[in-house]
């Protein structure tokens, strides 16, 4: 009987010693992700390193300090050149409105539908002049009504994923796309 009674209390003690060291372990991990001095901008965006804010601020002809959103341009950074591939989501090969779909899951923490034809149906409609950075373009590509999807930077340039040279910035004002351009709008 004894020594029934001092095996259920080591089993229960080694347990409870295994959940308590688990549990510490997992906190450990949860709780300190990095060391990494994070600098907020006043819009709530993480600031960009300066090699990327230059990058992008002479890209769009813009002031190094008009690129507040680093999440953003590094998100754009990282992707920049991956080729176009219809239905894509991956380095291998996007299309332009998975890569819009990416920007906003991973950018902007919301959930917009995965196609182009959805995703027309969740803004809210704006002017040309009104666009601000993140708001969605749409154009219609071969008579097809919303056909294609970029996501508004500033200074009359986007970004989205080109047919022939894959993730990439243009100006919306390009003569050859611009024809084509049908709406653009926020995201409800």
Request: with cysteine; aromatic share 16%; glycine share 8%.
């Amino acid at each position: 009987m004894v020594s029934t009674k001092y095996a259920k209390y080591n089993l229960k003690f080694t347990l409870r010693t295994v959940f308590y060291a688990v549990l510490f372990i997992s906190l450990s991990f949860t709780s300190c992700k990095s060391n990494k001095n994070i600098t907020k901008s006043k819009s709530g965006f993480e600031k960009p390193n300066s090699k990327i804010a230059s990058k992008y601020a002479s890209a769009m002809n813009v002031s190094k300090k008009a690129i507040k959103n680093g999440d953003l341009y590094e998100f754009i950074d990282d992707w920049e050149g991956t080729k176009y591939q219809f239905g894509g989501l991956s380095k291998r090969g996007i299309d332009c409105s998975g890569l819009t779909y990416l920007i906003y899951q991973e950018v902007y923490g919301k959930e917009i539908p995965r196609n182009t034809s959805k995703q027309v149906e969740v803004i809210k409609r704006k002017y040309e002049s009104q666009l601000k950075e993140g708001d969605l373009v749409f154009f219609d590509f071969e008579g097809k009504k919303f056909s294609h999807v970029g996501v508004y930077l500033q200074n009359g340039y986007y970004v989205h994923a080109s047919t022939r040279k894959g993730v990439m910035l243009e100006k919306l004002r390009n003569p050859y796309t611009y024809k084509y351009f049908s709406r653009g709008g926020s995201v409800k």
